[in-house]
């Protein structure tokens, strides 16, 4: 997309009045006025790759930013044979620097990740791929910019969401719109990184081959490359990139999905040597992220929600505690595929309150503060004040058909209208730090930018709803 065109889309979206928070009461007369025939939904065909064309071998999909920090940078790609690879790093003037990535091998989905080193905070940096001698990427090439300085305070807004929908036409315009975004003004939606909070897509399954096609299969599109090759991206799961519908530890396979899973994203880091899964942690200036695996170690959700029952394991909600007690960053947001809230879905937390409540009380004994939950899997966006004292904000879906909002005394805001994401700003520069959340709508931009105040995160002040939304 050319720099007029993304122009004229962001302009042209930033024009349009943001959405009017409808009364539910409202919502409902209106549905009711005019009634629509239910339609069966027909089964989604499953996804294929395009063949591999014949000749040299080329770059299948990627690039795709992973991890960046301050001092490094992970980039993924997949091409269409077993060949070597390297990236070409430039800055402007510095010496051009060549990573080697190694080979691609099938046994590793022809993926691969290349680690760069040595870099320097907030520092611009352009790269290049290259294939078996051949480069891959045409002008202008990719960039990125590097982390600031652990501990540095600085203003950061975080993209996150969730669910990207069963084929892959159906998060096409939300990709297309935040690879728009990314770096336009902040009014227009600009944002540091992504997070990827599960449902990543909807391989419903643990065979690798399979998973592989679905991984590989949404990253194909225009406006994912573009994005992801400019943006670091940040991913955890949920049932349907993990195994079947609301599948949990109990699912035979779940070690192939989780080195597919490791294959296709390039984070910093994946469970520890003793506790598989695909939880870590990282820093970015004065804000900590707590990326949590809710599938690997879970309970069924029907089991009963006795002592022991549990969504994370014990090995990794100590991990957790240790981390969150290490921690000395200024705000924490505590990502997890199923929402922390207290009435949800049969598929959250609110069957494993025997392992939530206790950790939550934890937090407020250890007095952390700047604690922020998030989550994503309900196919709607919306805010919540659990137990009148945390703030959690689940953002969704990408692409995924929507969920209808159901009454819920700890809500506060709520969208299910059309494919959403969220955005986190925060300003550490400010005492306390300044957090304001927005939920983005593809085609109808920012429904909504709303100020917590730090008394309100730490549940001293009550976080009202927003006006014109009920419960």
Not at 354 to 365: A, N, Y
Request: aromatic fraction near 10%.
């Amino acid at each position: 997309m050319s720099s007029i065109s993304r122009r004229h889309l962001l302009r042209t979206a930033a024009a349009m009045p943001a959405a009017v928070l409808v009364p539910r009461s409202e919502a409902a007369e209106t549905k009711t006025k005019a009634p629509k025939a239910a339609v069966a939904k027909k089964p989604v065909a499953p996804l294929t790759l395009p063949p591999v064309q014949p000749g040299p071998a080329y770059l299948m999909a990627g690039p795709m930013l992973g991890h960046v920090g301050p001092d490094r940078a992970h980039v993924w790609v997949r091409g269409t044979a077993a060949v070597p690879w390297k990236l070409v790093l430039t800055k402007a003037g510095a010496p051009t620097r060549e990573i080697d990535g190694g080979s691609l091998k099938a046994e590793a989905g022809l993926s691969g990740i290349a680690i760069i080193e040595g870099l320097k905070p907030s520092t611009h940096y352009t790269y290049q791929i290259v294939l078996d001698g051949r480069e891959q990427l045409p002008l202008p090439l990719p960039s990125f910019t590097t982390a600031p300085e652990i501990g540095s305070a600085c203003r950061q807004r975080i993209a996150f969401g969730s669910c990207v929908g069963r084929t892959t036409a159906a998060a096409a315009p939300t990709w297309a719109e935040l690879a728009a975004r990314r770096a336009a003004t902040t009014d227009e939606g600009a944002f540091d990184l992504l997070l990827m909070l599960g449902d990543n897509h909807y391989g419903d399954t643990t065979e690798i081959e399979k998973l592989r096609v679905y991984y590989t299969a949404h990253r194909l599109g225009a406006g994912w490359r573009d994005l992801s090759a400019r943006s670091p991206v940040y991913a955890i799961w949920d049932d349907h990139d993990y195994g079947p519908n609301n599948s949990d530890g109990t699912e035979a396979g779940k070690a192939d999905s989780l080195k597919t899973f490791q294959e296709f994203w390039a984070n910093p880091a994946c469970g520890e040597a003793d506790n598989p899964g695909c939880y870590f942690t990282f820093t970015r200036g004065d804000v900590q992220f707590f990326m949590c695996d809710g599938r690997y170690h879970r309970s069924p959700n029907k089991a009963e929600d006795a002592p022991g029952k549990t969504m994370l394991g014990e090995k990794q909600l100590a991990w957790l505690k240790r981390e969150l007690l290490a921690s000395k960053a200024k705000v924490k947001l505590v990502a997890n595929g199923s929402e922390w809230e207290s009435y949800g879905s049969e598929d959250s937390w609110t069957q494993f309150k025997q392992e939530r409540d206790p950790f939550l009380r934890w937090i407020d004994e250890q007095k952390l503060e700047g604690v922020i939950f998030l989550s994503g899997d309900r196919h709607f966006s919306s805010g919540y004040h659990i137990n009148g004292r945390f703030l959690e904000l689940s953002a969704g879906p990408f692409g995924s058909d929507n969920s209808k909002l159901r009454a819920n005394q700890e809500r506060f805001t709520g969208f299910d209208d059309g494919r959403l994401w969220g955005v986190l700003d925060i300003d550490t520069t400010a005492s306390p730090p300044r957090v304001a959340y927005e939920f983005w709508q593809t085609g109808h931009s920012m429904r909504e930018r709303r100020e917590i105040s730090w008394a309100q995160l730490h549940g001293r002040e009550k976080i009202e709803r927003s006006k014109g939304y009920e419960i």
